[in-house]
């Protein structure tokens, strides 16, 4: 994370999750895999994804586990926002499957910037 641009706000989100450093670098990793697959966040929608991961990084360090979610929903997420959704929560131990679906929407709605 460029901490020339690290905001107040952001500190914040990124002390929330219990464990600020792994929360960075899974931030990265989602940019990292963002910019390979040509996919441009605004700071709006990259604060949100923040905000999202900061909560899974907070999941994977207590078990808290997510209410169930009807997968049908996500039926028109790309396999592209699969994949990345994907690769970050496996960065992340202890985390349901579920986290995918709802982590790819952020993928999914930033493609629409590109």
């Keep these: 994370m460029n901490t020339e641009k690290i905001t107040e706000e952001m500190q914040n989100i990124l002390a929330k999750s219990g464990d600020s450093n792994r929360c960075e670098q899974v931030f990265d990793l989602s940019q990292t895999l963002c910019e390979a697959e040509q996919i441009t966040m605004t700071d709006v929608q990259k604060l949100s994804l923040l905000s999202h991961l900061s909560a899974m990084v907070h999941r994977s360090l207590t078990g808290e586990q997510l209410a169930p979610i009807d997968r049908a929903l996500f039926s028109e997420i790309s396999t592209q926002s699969f994949t990345i ?8 131990p202890n985390l349901e499957e579920d986290e995918i679906y709802l982590l790819s929407i952020h993928f999914e709605v930033a493609k629409q910037n590109s």
């Design 85 to 92: 959704a994907k690769k970050i929560k496996e960065f992340l």
